[in-house]
């Protein structure tokens, strides 16, 4: 709290942190965006044990449980900071997984971005915050979020699905009657399909949550993290928006030839 007292906008002496590049700094202002601070949320995750049959394709829900509350622990800490420095959003958010040698099954869930505030309400006259009243997060860059604000779109929130899956394996009859040949292991495709569908699913009911009209940027990853070469989790992410006018069309550069020499 006394660290983002001395970011306080407006107060004698105050300066303002950021992670953006130079270029990404004069594109969020463009805009009509200041940059606060820095803000971040950490949460340490001990992750508890998960039972389940070898043989068998399924979702092992306590990991997918423990996987998806740290990041949204450490998420809401980032935004609770952006709130207490009265920002309007959060803009180049990364969220990271670091594993710590405290123990094997304990990491470190990271959320950082830089928080802004608008020099002007949004089209309308409405709040520039998501329908929970919470400073808006996007993992967009500097460049993609100008590109987005000219465009007519607002970011409302980053939005994200987990799902850890256990791959069956393969009985020892289907790896031998497989040897040599090219051939589909369909237990391996379809699970493989499932659990990222999963992931996908939880990430566009949040989504809808916020009464977005669509989400951009999306990136689906797999991470296999230290549970064996059968468990995978897929993690889902990428920013809610919803439209500020009708039209969604923006400047078209134009060429400028000097007379001069």
Not at 10 to 30: H, M, P, Q, Y
Not at 89 to 114: H, P, Q, Y
Not at 207 to 215: F, I, S, T, Y
Request: hydrophobic share 40%; proline share 3%.
């Amino acid at each position: 709290m006394r660290r983002l007292a001395a970011l306080e906008p407006g107060k004698a002496g105050s300066i303002f942190t950021s992670d953006l590049s130079v270029n990404e700094f004069l594109l969020v202002r463009e805009v009509g965006f200041r940059p606060i601070g820095l803000v971040l949320g950490s949460s340490i995750y001990h992750v508890g044990i998960q039972l389940g049959r070898w043989n068998k394709n399924q979702e092992l829900e306590t990991l997918s449980q423990a996987m998806y509350h740290a990041r949204e622990l450490a998420m809401t800490r980032m935004e609770a900071e952006a709130a207490q420095l009265g920002a309007d959003g959060i803009v180049g958010v990364r969220l990271s997984v670091e594993a710590r040698e405290f123990g094997n099954d304990i990491a470190e869930f990271i959320a950082i971005g830089t928080a802004v505030k608008s020099d002007h309400p949004a089209p309308g006259g409405t709040a520039w915050r998501n329908n929970k009243g919470q400073p808006f997060t996007s993992d967009l860059s500097g460049q993609d979020f100008w590109t987005l604000i000219r465009a007519g779109y607002a970011p409302l929130g980053m939005v994200m699905g987990t799902c850890v899956y256990h791959i069956a394996h393969q009985r020892m009859g289907s790896t031998f009657s497989n040897f040599g040949k090219n051939v589909e292991i369909e237990k391996f495709t379809q699970a493989l399909y499932d659990a990222r569908e999963l992931a996908m699913a939880r990430m566009q009911a949040e989504a809808e949550e916020l009464d977005a009209e669509g989400v951009v940027g999306v990136q689906l990853n797999a991470h296999n993290h230290r549970w064996g070469g059968h468990t995978t989790e897929f993690f889902s992410i990428g920013t809610a928006v919803r439209p500020l006018r009708s039209d969604h069309e923006i400047e078209r550069p134009t060429m400028v030839l000097s007379l001069d020499g």
